[in-house]
């Protein structure tokens, strides 16, 4: 496994290499998805010649990846790490209005939109892939047939974003933080499918629409009933969570919160 500390703040992408150590992480990225389905020895060589401008960038927590408003020429396919998409109000409060992961692509908009809709933040040490949008013009050029996959698979991501915020902002605050632990939950899988690593209170709140004292207060009350259970062994906040009592206070609209 690559350790964060030993990549560089920028490196090429070398995404049709199979032996390159850093392709371990591009496995839920649409463009590895594009490259594995070619077995043609020349298309290969085409696709690395076209794909060579892809860099990737780490990114600091707190670091901004790109501004609303902004004209952009890049999309980003995320490899580690998650980054925030934020919405600013005009006294400096924000909202976060979605979350990336590994696999899933920000800056989407600019398919058909010159311009950034979001401001995008790392929230911790994260890694992106920069996309150039020529790259992806090219392919759609050339290749028509090759990119309908990849751009079937960002439009339902931009969709699902389009959907994202509105799950997070009906209901009492309880049951708005117990649908989101029971969605950041789905990040796992196996064992650790009824874990969850919270994010820091103000995050949670952004995203929420809540203040971090209300947040703070569910969470303690839930650990006290013990629906929530720290694991320490697994890293800092993350907890053990008892799914059947959070998707019921999901569901209850009229919970205290």
Known sequence: MIEMSKISKREQARCTEENWPGRERCVACPIYKLVTSQTDPKMLAWLAQVLDPIE??????????????????YLFSVRAGIFKAVRYGQGGEYRIVHLFRNGESFGLELLTNPH????????????????????????????????????????????????????????????????????????????????????????????????PESISRVIARWKRQKFLQRLPEMGAETYRFDRTQLKQAAEDSSASS
């Open 56 to 73: 990737i960038h780490r990114f600091e927590p707190g670091e901004m990846v790109c501004r609303v408003g902004e004209k952009g020429r």
């Open 116 to 211: 950034f809709d979001h401001s995008v933040v790392a929230i911790e040490s994260a890694e992106a892939c920069q996309i150039p949008l020529s790259v992806i013009r090219t392919v759609e050029e050339k290749v028509p047939d090759l990119c309908t996959p990849l751009m079937e698979e960002w439009h339902d991501q931009l969709r699902q974003a389009e959907t994202w915020i509105v799950q997070f902002s009906t209901g009492t605050v309880r049951s708005r933080l117990a649908r989101l632990i029971i969605y950041l939950s789905l990040w796992n899988s196996g064992e650790k499918i009824n874990t969850v690593r919270l994010l820091p209170g103000r995050e949670l709140a952004a995203i929420l629409g809540a203040t």
